[in-house]
C-alpha cells in the first residue's frame, strides 16, 4: 500500500508512487527512519516529534497547515493546525495498528492494520464519513484533498465521498480486468492509477491539471500526485510527467543525470518534489517559505518517503544500522567503590554520516538493575557501577546495547557488546605467622615458617618469602630466611614482618635431655624358692655352702687325738 500525502491551497496527496514499482532486487529494503520536515511553520507542523528510542518514521503526509506521521510500532501522530479535530489520532483497538497516513486540508485518513478506515476533523462535506465495506474487503490506500476523501479498496474499486464539485467524486467505470491500484486528490481534482498502467484523473480542469499526457509505446504509469492545481505523474522509464498551473515552475521536471531515474513524487499547493534513484529529493517550484530548500544529505543515508502540503515539505530519511562497542577493564581488583565502564555508537554498514547522536545505551552488570545513560553527540556514553563482588577468581558480565535514537537517524543496534571483567585479589591487607609442623621443639631444633596474605575481602594474596622478616624475642636463636633454630628451652615469640604488617606466634621449646630425679625407695626382693632354683642366685648360695663345708673339714683334721 501506497502512503498517501495531500497538500493543495488546501492540501494535496502523494498517492502512490516506489511501492507500485517493482524494486530492484539489489537495492536493500529501507524501513523507515527520520522525517525532515521544512517551509511553512506558522502552525508547528514542521516541528518533528521525538520517537521513543529504537523507533523509526515509516510514512509521511502533509496536509495545509497539519502533518501526520506514521511509527514503526503502528502509531501514528499528528500536529500543527489542530482546529477541528485533525490532529486528534483514535486510540486502536487491542492488536490493531495504523498502516497508512493521508492529511487534507482540514481532515485526516488513517488505514488500519485490520482493513477499516478511520477518518477525523473537519467534516463539513461528509468527508470522514467512511463508507462501511463489504464483508471480506478492506481499505488499501488513501488520499485526501479539499472537502473528499478517495479510498481505494481490496477489490480494486475506489470510494470518492465528501465535497463533490467539479465531478471530483465520479470516479469513471472501469473495462473488463483491469483495477484502480493507487489513488490520489488534489484541490478540486482526483487522479487514479490503474492496473493496466494507465492514469484517469477527473474533476476541476481549469489549468488542464486532468488531461493527463499519453504514453510511448511500452511505457506505463508507475505513481500518482496531485497537487493543488497540478498532477504529477511517475512513469516506469524513471521519468515524470507534471502538469496543470505552471506558475513558479512547479511542472518544470528537472533532467536527470546518466543512470539516475526518479522514484517517487509529491505535489503540493505550488510547489513539485520527485525522489530520484541515488536518494536524492529533487524540489521545484514556489519556495515563498523555504518549501523546497532540501536539506543535504548526509554521508550513508537516502531520502526514501515524500510529502507535500502547501506549503511545507515532509521527507523520510533512512536509517543508518549501527554497532556499539564496549570500553571496560579486563580485570578489577575487589573493591567495595566504583568502576567505570563506557560505551560507543557508531554506524556498522556505512561510513559515518555526520548527524548527531541521540538517544541511550543500556548497560546491564550482573545482578544489577539496567542503567540507561543518554549518549553525547558523538554517541559515547559513560557510567560508574558499584555493589560488585568482592571474591577473587569471580566475574562480572558487562554489556551495553544502544536503544536507538530519539529521531529516527539511527536504528537500535540489534546486538550487545559484552566484555567479563575478572576480579583479582585486592592489595595485601593482612598476614598470618604459621609453622606447618607445629608450635613445639626441642632445644637445638629448627622451625621452618609460612606466611600467608590476604586482602580486606579474605581472598588470598600471594607473598613473596624474600619480602618477609623473621624476628625472635630470644637473641640466641638463629633465624636464617624463614627457619629458625632455638638453642635453648624455653618460651620463645617469633615476629613475621611484611611491610608494616606484623603477625607474632609463641613457640614453645624444651630441654632435649630430661634433667635427674631422685626415685623413692624400693621394698627388697625376696630370694626364690620352689622348682625354678638353677638361676645364678642359686648357684652362688651353692659355692657358699661348700666353702662352709670344707672349713669346718679342715678345723677336724687339726684336732689331736687322744690315746
Known amino acids: ?42 502552525y508547528g507542523q514542521t516541528n518533528v516529534p521525538e520517537l521513543p528510542e529504537g523507533m523509526v518514521y515509516t510514512a509521511v503526509a502533509a496536509g495545509t497547515n497539519h502533518t501526520v506521521l506514521l511509527r514503526s510500532d503502528g502509531e501514528a501522530v499528528a500536529f500543527g493546525n489542530g482546529s477541528d479535530g485533525r490532529t486528534d489520532v483514535p486510540g486502536l483497538p487491542p492488536g490493531v495498528t495504523y498502516t497508512d497516513v493521508g492529511a487534507g486540508t482540514n481532515h485526516t485518513v488513517l488505514l488500519r492494520s485490520d482493513g477499516e478506515a478511520v477518518a477525523f476533523g473537519d467534516n463539513l462535506y461528509g468527508q470522514t464519513d467512511v463508507p462501511e465495506l463489504p464483508e471480506g474487503m478492506h481499505y488499501t490506500d488513501a488520499a485526501t484533498g479539499w472537502g473528499q476523501t478517495i479510498l481505494l479498496r481490496s477489490d480494486g474499486n475506489v470510494e470518492a465521498f465528501g465535497h463533490s464539485g467539479s465531478g471530483k467524486t465520479d470516479v469513471p467505470d472501469l473495462p473488463p480486468g483491469v483495477t484502480y491500484t493507487a489513488v490520489a486528490a488534489g484541490t478540486n481534482h482526483t487522479v487514479l492509477l490503474r492496473s493496466d498502467g494507465e492514469a484517469v484523473a477527473f474533476g476541476d480542469n481549469a489549468e488542464h491539471q486532468i ?35 505552471t506558475n513558479d515552475g512547479r511542472t518544470d521536471v528537472p533532467d536527470l543525470p546518466a543512470g539516475v531515474t526518479y522514484t517517487d513524487v509529491a505535489g503540493g499547493g505550488r510547489h513539485t518534489v520527485l525522489l530520484r534513484s541515488d536518494g536524492e529529493a529533487v524540489p521545484f517550484g514556489h519556495s515563498g517559505f523555504g518549501q523546497t530548500n532540501v536539506p543535504e544529505l548526509p554521508e550513508g543515508m537516502v531520502y526514501t518517503d515524500v510529502a507535500a502540503g502547501y506549503a511545507s515539505t515532509v521527507l523520510l530519511r533512512s536509517a543508518v544500522d549501527t ?74 558480565a558487562v554489556s551495553a546495547t544502544y536503544l536507538g535514537s530519539t529521531d529516527g537517524a539511527y536504528l537500535a543496534t540489534p546486538t550487545p557488546a559484552e566484555r567479563d571483567i575478572e576480579v583479582t585479589a585486592a592489595p595485601l591487607a593482612a598476614i598470618e605467622l604459621r609453622a606447618p609442623d607445629g608450635l613445639e621443639v626441642i632445644d637445638g631444633g629448627t622451625l621452618t615458617f609460612t606466611v600467608d596474605g590476604t586482602d ?88 657358699l655352702l661348700v666353702g662352709v663345708a670344707l672349713t669346718m673339714s679342715a678345723h677336724r683334721t687339726a684336732r689331736p687325738q687322744h690315746t
Open 456 to 543: 580486606t575481602y579474605g581472598n588470598p594474596v600471594e607473598i613473596d618469602d624474600d619480602t618477609v622478616e623473621l624476628t625472635s624475642d630470644q637473641s640466641t636463636d638463629i633465624v636464617d630466611g624463614l627457619t629458625v633454630t632455638f638453642p635453648e628451652a624455653s618460651p620463645h615469640r617469633i615476629t613475621a614482618t611484611v611491610g608494616n604488617l606484623t603477625d607474632t606466634v609463641a613457640v614453645e621449646v624444651t630441654p632435649s635431655t630430661p634433667a635427674p630425679t631422685n626415685p623413692e625407695p624400693s621394698a627388697p626382693e625376696l630370694p626364690e624358692t620352689g622348682a625354678g632354683v638353677g638361676t645364678p642366685l642359686t648357684g652362688a648360695a651353692l659355692l
Open 1 to 42: 500500500m501506497r502512503r498517501t500525502v495531500v497538500g493543495a491551497v488546501v492540501a494535496s496527496v502523494l498517492a502512490a508512487g516506489v511501492a507500485s514499482a517493482p524494486a530492484s532486487a539489489d537495492e536493500p529494503e529501507v524501513l523507515g527512519g527520520s522525517a525532515i520536515a521544512f517551509g511553512d511553520d506558522t
Open 211 to 245: 488531461d493527463v499526457p499519453e504514453l510511448p509505446a511500452g511505457v506505463t504509469y508507475t505513481a500518482v500526485a496531485a497537487g493543488g492545481w497540478h498532477t504529477v505523474l511517475l512513469r516506469s522509464d524513471g521519468n515524470a510527467n507534471a502538469f496543470g498551473a
Open 323 to 396: 554497532d556499539v562497542s564496549l570500553q571496560a577493564p579486563d580485570s578489577i581488583v575487589a573493591t567495595d567503590g566504583e568502576v567505570e565502564v563506557s560505551a560507543r555508537v557508531g554506524a556498522s554498514s556505512v561510513a559515518q554520516p555526520d548527524v548527531a547522536f541521540t538517544g541511550t545505551v543500556r548497560f546491564t552488570i550482573d545482578g544489577q538493575d539496567p542503567i540507561d545513560v543518554n549518549v553525547n553527540d558523538e554517541g559515547e556514553a559513560t557510567t560508574t557501577v558499584d555493589g560488585l563482588p568482592t571474591t577473587a577468581g569471580s566475574t562480572i
